[in-house]
C-alpha cells in the first residue's frame, strides 16, 4: 500500500512566521503534489513536482514557494504566514502524471493567528 | 477552462438505501479520465472509483458505481446498500494531465 505521511495534523503559527510543512511517500512515485481544501472551494493546487528539484505553479501558487531535495520528500513552505493561509493542505503522489491515481496524505490544519 | 460541478452540497441517505451523487464536467477533451474520492471525517482523503473516459463501460466497485455519460458530461456515483461508514465527504475529479480538477464536494450523511 502507498504510504503518503505529513509532518504534522494540527499546526497553529503566528503571522509573519515562517512555516515548513512536509510530506513524505514510500512508493518511490515521481509526482508529488500540494492542495489547499476549503469549504465550499474544494480542493485547488498550489505546487506540483514531477522529479527531484523540478516544480510547477499550480492554480493558486502566490505566498508559497516548495522544495524538492529528494524524491520521497516534499515540502511547502509559506515564506510569511497570513491569516488568509489558515487552511487544511494536503499533499499527494502518484507514480504517472496523466493517468494514475492520486494518493493523499491525511492533511494539515494550519491555523494562523 | 476545465470545471468540475457537484451541485448538492449535502445529502442524506437512510443505512441501507441507495444514494446517487451528481456531478459534471466540462472539457474539451477526448481521452480523459474522472474520480470519485472520499474523505471521511478526520480522515485520509481515498479513491472510491475511476473511469476511463474511453471506457464505454460504466466502472464497478463493491457497492460504488458510477452512471458515465459522456456525451452529457455526467459522472455521478451511485452508493447502494448504504453502511454508517459512508458517512464522508465525496470529491468528484477530473484529470487534467499534470493536475487533478476537483469539485467542491458534497457532504453526505448515512442515518441509522
Known amino acids: 500500500d502507498v504510504k503518503v505521511t505529513q509532518s504534522s495534523r494540527y499546526l497553529v503559527k503566528r503571522t509573519g512566521e515562517k512555516v515548513f510543512l512536509e510530506c513524505v511517500q514510500d512508493m518511490d512515485h515521481e509526482n508529488m503534489f500540494w492542495y489547499r481544501q476549503d469549504p465550499g472551494l474544494g480542493l485547488r493546487l498550489i505546487y506540483f513536482s514531477y522529479d527531484v528539484k523540478m516544480k510547477e505553479k499550480g492554480d493558486i501558487p502566490e505566498g508559497y514557494s516548495v522544495s524538492r531535495e529528494k524524491k520521497e520528500r516534499f515540502s511547502l513552505i509559506l515564506e510569511s504566514a497570513s491569516t488568509n493561509q489558515t487552511s487544511m493542505y494536503l499533499c499527494?503522489?502518484?507514480?504517472?502524471?496523466?493517468?494514475?491515481?492520486?494518493?493523499f496524505g491525511p492533511g494539515t490544519r494550519l491555523t494562523v493567528l | 477552462a476545465q470545471t468540475v460541478t457537484q451541485s448538492q452540497p449535502e445529502m442524506s441517505v437512510q443505512e441501507a438505501e441507495t444514494v446517487t451523487l451528481s456531478c459534471t464536467y466540462d472539457?474539451?477533451?477526448?481521452?480523459?479520465?474522472l474520480f470519485w474520492y472520499k474523505q471521511p471525517p478526520s480522515r485520509q482523503m481515498i479513491l472510491v472509483i475511476r473511469q476511463e473516459a474511453y471506457k464505454q463501460q460504466n466502472a464497478t466497485e463493491n457497492r460504488f458505481s458510477v452512471n458515465f455519460q459522456k456525451a452529457a458530461k455526467s459522472f455521478s456515483l451511485k452508493i447502494s446498500d448504504s453502511q454508517l461508514g459512508d458517512t464522508a465527504m465525496y470529491f468528484c475529479a477530473f484529470m487534467n494531465p499534470g493536475k487533478l480538477i476537483f469539485g467542491t464536494g458534497t457532504l453526505l450523511a448515512v442515518q441509522p
Open positions: 472539457t474539451s477533451e477526448n481521452n480523459y479520465y
Open positions: 499527494a503522489s502518484t507514480l504517472l502524471l496523466s493517468t494514475d491515481t492520486q494518493y
